[in-house]
């Protein structure tokens, strides 16, 4: 287990290490080179080794790394035999594609419970996942122990919904909101900013041609 | 106008700190310093500072920064105020909420027409988006001179998909699928990958604990 910091970029890059070597080893391929490897998932090459010099996954020079090694490194790193169960609220057009979607990629994270005002759906079963009123959030987070919530609300709740949930221990928030909500030091905010996306994309070619 | 090349993270700043200038003016707003700035968008002061830097717009000291001159310079940077249209390739869970999303918050980027191989909704228009036929894809593209391109089909088409539009003079690509497609060097690619985002917050706070 590595007990030190690593930089942001190089964690959100492990689960695509980890997916592409999984596809790799699901098509039978015993070995890969970090070349190969950059290639898929468009990472040069240094910033792989790099990356992986921080867990001690050393390649061997023209041998290249042995992929069911590295798979199981991976998997410890990011405890995919562990399923994390994490919470939605807000079941509206995002959240309900949300649901749908659910991770289904990923072996260890699951949405087990929904969270919505619209009496239309609440007390009702939505692709598997129990969607609760508003009311009782605040208990059922409590009960099920779920410390990481998808926050899918409309902006001018976000604030206040966040207060609600980290007052129950919440510690990490995916946040599709456009609000940068406020937080103690100890909750970590991951925003999905679709809107900022597309506006960076049309900005880069609108400017640059990405030349 | 800035021609020369400003960091991407810079760049991904400048349509968040659009919103929230618009968000201050709505509210009778007239000037607002570096410091509220930053707590608002949680981005720190400094880095405000560098980023308005880029650009020559520079608060004065005690006063800070005059909301309707910053906001008319961002929305020229923007291009607020002419419309882009985006195709949507892919109408399945995620792409019929993007459809229904459609980038409401933003004035200057609209979903113009969607495409699906699902032959219930083709020829359909849904949320106000004419749905075409996949066979129709490139022709449409062209004849729409569509440029840039939301991406939410299966990962398993996701590279056949885009060699296809890149052909007819797409260049900017908002990728949702889990695949990193390849692509030539003169075409942008933005992922979206949201069960990296939720396994990165994972991965933090179960090593870090987010301290």
Excluded: C, W
């Amino acid at each position: 287990m590595v007990e030190f910091q690593i930089p942001q970029a190089t964690a959100k890059r492990l689960s695509i290490y980890y997916r592409y070597l999984q596809l790799l080893l699901d098509s039978g391929k015993d070995r890969v080179s970090s070349t190969e490897l950059s290639e898929a998932v468009k990472v040069d090459s240094a910033t792989i080794r790099r990356d992986f010099s921080y867990f001690g996954a050393l390649g061997k020079r023209g041998y290249g790394y042995d992929v069911r090694n590295l798979l199981e490194f991976f998997s410890k790193q990011l405890n995919q035999d562990r399923l994390t169960n994490v919470a939605l609220i807000g079941v509206g057009n995002l959240g309900h594609a949300l649901l749908k979607f659910n991770f289904h990629q990923s072996n260890h994270v699951r949405i087990s419970a929904a969270f919505d005002v619209n009496q239309d759906i609440t007390g009702t079963i939505q692709n598997g996942i129990p969607v609760y009123p508003m009311e009782d959030m605040k208990e059922q987070l409590k009960l099920q122990q779920i410390e990481i919530v998808i926050l899918a609300v409309p902006a001018n709740v976000a604030q206040k919904v966040t207060d609600e949930i980290v007052e129950v221990g919440v510690r990490g928030i995916l946040n599709f909101t456009p609000l940068r909500v406020t937080v103690p030091t100890d909750v970590r905010v991951q925003n999905v900013d679709l809107t900022n996306e597309m506006e960076t994309l049309i900005y880069f070619l609108d400017h640059f041609g990405n030349k």
